[in-house]
């Protein structure tokens, strides 16, 4: 028995207003495989056309775009916490289970 004919037969016995709310949860499944689909093709369509703007020499910045953005965060939260080595810790790890159990 296909998946199709699986579907049929469990949705036949179901109230006409719960049938319709399946029919519209697989059309909208339907629409969503479809719109990934375009996007798929729509995106390789891209990479074809942009090659030669995304793959140059000025561009190479751009390759390593995470590494970049961890090295920033790394900083970043280093910058923050600058000075905070030294203060008193007011509150401890217990403290916050005893309040939030």
């Not at 939260?77 to 939030?100: I, P």
């Amino acid at each position: 028995m296909s998946i199709a004919d699986q579907i049929y037969k469990v949705a036949k016995p179901l109230p006409e207003p719960l049938a319709l709310e399946a029919l519209h949860f697989i059309e909208y499944l339907s629409k969503k495989a479809t719109d990934r689909a375009e996007m798929t093709d729509l995106t390789r369509a891209q990479e074809v056309v942009m090659k030669h703007v995304w793959d140059n020499p000025d561009d190479e910045a751009w390759n390593d775009v995470k590494s970049l953005c961890a090295e920033f965060s790394k900083l970043s939260m280093t910058q923050a916490m600058r000075g905070m080595e030294q203060e008193t810790v007011a509150y401890t790890h217990k403290d916050l289970r005893d309040r939030w159990q």
